[in-house]
């Protein structure tokens, strides 16, 4: 807590915000939050869609004012002096404006002069910069052909390039993989322990609230709680349960099962199990049923998900939405043995850049595959010429019987494609955009207004009918996607990082409607940076550098990289592990190349 010596570096008191949308609903985005952040302090802003975690950054950052309240930034009231305090903070919105023509000493350069900085400055602070970002070997590259993570790392450096006291980030590991979000956190932190910077980071992945040292919780614009996210954490102490699914089901079904079950707070699939939070005081006895009914329960400590979860779920008006009722008007009926998607040495080459390597795996009917690796590993090039989007350079493609080098057209008609930004038309209303689609996918008069209905009733997006999709929040955006991918009934459902992004509830909700596709007999490859979302695949294949480099369930891909004893390897340990050994592995062979020669 701040003492009378250190006064916090922000202070908000009964601060509320609102606004009006296009339809002329009224949102009030903050409501009477009382909020601080201590002087040299990570502090993690976490919520669901809607919560008010972005209007508090940009309020924050003096690029809006609040309707009632104080907020007082760096001892500044910043709705009186918004510029006094934009020239002693740093501020990286969720799309920072980097300069794609322009290399990465350019980006650095061009923000310096924007704000000023001397040229001894720069000297000083470029090398510090370059070095933490471990982008000095590429201070010649242009911005536009950086990974993702790479981008944000050199946001993040523009956004330090004059040293500012408080440092705002709102969502930046959004779309970025384990290995990139593990750098930027240790960045990040870096700052905070050796530099003394203030730091306040809104985040989708609540791994990253439990390192920090504070957390603020809000839900629809009310604050929730604040503190050490122990504190969080240990809302759900004693009521955490590990379960092990029956012989015969795996922890997909079991979890969807459970989630849909009233008397449960939350459940996930973890290490072929299911993590399951219990309500309140009927937390042992509820336990105590399930292990009645023939499951195996054992106690686990909690997390701040775990806690998190519980907080949201004791309050009015949050919860999961329905969708274990999700169903499809004709089910696929394909037996599970039936390889639709089988890829055999799929090449792709960009001149004389291999983008995909000699890539091969198989999926078959009902199942769900997952499609893991770091950016720039390939997997969106894969995701395009299986959904005939982009011709490969060699290799056998067959997807829904059809081979794709010669029949991409009508395989097309038999596929859903959800891609990473939605290709929604951000204009167009929600309805204007189903129209559109309906009538792209050949859907006209009665058959067109029945898929039409049906994705409205499904989905929830009755509400939203006339909001333009790009003023939609993530949640909807996704559930709108998803709706139109599915107008059509396609036999194969391809999704393209759909939870980027995306807050905990809506991920939960998105993998419950996934895992009634799948029952419904609908083929699923997906990719995702999530690694805890690849414990819902029946098979995941991890690719790097556009090779596959392990492959099979998430059971044998944990098991290949071995663990030390007593400790269970996570996906996203198993991930790191298989990227980092073949990247090792790469290196060596090329510098013993390079002796040899």
Not at 511 to 528: D, K, M, N, P, S
Not at 542 to 550: C, E, F, K, P, S
Request: neutral net charge; charged residues 25%.
């Amino acid at each position: 807590m701040s003492t009378a010596a250190s006064p916090p570096v922000l202070e908000g008191r009964s601060v509320s915000k609102g606004y009006r949308l296009p339809t002329g609903e009224a949102i009030q985005a903050l409501d009477a939050v009382s909020v601080e952040v201590p002087r040299g302090t990570l502090t993690a802003l976490v919520g669901p869609d809607g919560a008010g975690k972005t209007t508090l950054i940009r309020l924050s950052a003096g690029l809006i004012s609040v309707d009632s309240g104080t907020l007082s930034v760096l001892g500044e009231n910043v709705a009186r002096h918004p510029e006094r305090v934009q020239e002693r903070l740093g501020y990286m919105p969720q799309r920072f404006g980097l300069y794609e023509d322009l290399t990465v000493g350019e980006n650095l350069d061009l923000y310096a002069d924007m704000h000023g900085v001397t040229a001894a400055e720069r000297s000083a602070r470029y090398p510090r910069l370059l070095g933490m970002t471990a982008l000095e070997p590429f201070t010649r590259r242009l911005a536009g052909q950086l990974s993702g993570g790479m981008k944000q790392k050199l946001g993040l450096a523009c956004t330090l390039v004059r040293s500012p006291e408080l440092l705002l980030l709102d969502e930046p590991t959004v779309g970025v993989d384990p290995l990139s979000r593990r750098d930027l956190w240790a960045i990040i932190t870096q700052l905070v322990r050796e530099q003394g910077l203030t730091v306040l980071v809104s985040t989708s992945y609540l791994n990253e609230a439990e390192r920090c040292d504070r957390s603020i919780v809000l839900r629809e614009g009310k604050l929730l709680a604040q503190g050490p996210p122990t504190e969080v954490s240990e809302l759900a102490l004693g009521r955490v349960f590990l379960v092990q699914p029956p012989a015969g089901q795996s922890a997909r079904s079991l979890q969807a099962r459970l989630i849909d079950d009233p008397g449960i707070v939350d459940a996930v699939p973890e290490g072929g199990q299911v993590r399951v939070v219990t309500p309140g005081e009927s937390g042992k006895d509820l336990a105590a049923g399930i292990a009645l009914r023939g499951l195996e329960v054992a106690a686990a400590e909690p997390m701040f998900e775990d806690g998190f979860m519980t907080l949201l779920r004791s309050t009015p008006g949050e919860g999961l939405a329905a969708a274990g009722s999700m169903t499809l008007e004709r089910p696929h009926h394909a037996l599970r043995e039936d390889v639709v998607v089988s890829v055999r040495e799929l090449v792709r080459r960009f001149g004389s850049f291999v983008a995909v390597d000699r890539v091969s795996f198989e999926v078959r009917s009902g199942e769900i595959f997952g499609l893991l690796g770091p950016n720039g590993a390939g997997k969106t090039t894969t995701f395009r010429m299986l959904c005939g989007l982009l011709p490969a350079s060699s290799g056998t493609l067959r997807v829904a019987g059809m081979d794709l080098r010669k029949a991409r057209a009508s395989a097309r008609q038999r596929i859903g494609y959800v891609a990473q930004k939605f290709s929604l038309y951000g204009q167009l209303s929600v309805s204007e955009n189903l129209e559109f689609f309906a009538s792209a996918y050949g859907l006209h008069r009665r058959r067109r207004r029945e898929r039409i209905a049906w994705a409205l009733e499904e989905f929830e997006l009755e509400r939203m009918i006339r909001l333009p999709s790009g003023q939609l929040p993530g949640g909807y955006r996704q559930r709108l996607a998803m709706a139109i991918a599915l107008l059509h009934e396609p036999e194969i459902l391809f999704l393209d990082e759909p939870t980027s992004g995306a807050d905990p509830l809506a991920r939960r909700e998105f993998w419950r409607r996934i895992t009634a596709l799948a029952e419904q007999g609908v083929t699923i490859i997906v990719t995702t940076h999530f690694m805890v979302e690849a414990e819902y695949c029946d098979r995941v294949a991890i690719m790097d550098a556009g090779r596959v480099l392990a492959q099979g369930t998430p059971a044998e891909v944990r098991g290949w990289t071995g663990a030390e004893p007593g400790h269970a390897l996570t996906m996203e340990d198993a991930f790191i592990r298989i990227v980092e050994s073949a990247r090792g592995q790469a290196t060596s062979r090329s510098e013993h190349a390079g002796g040899a020669a």
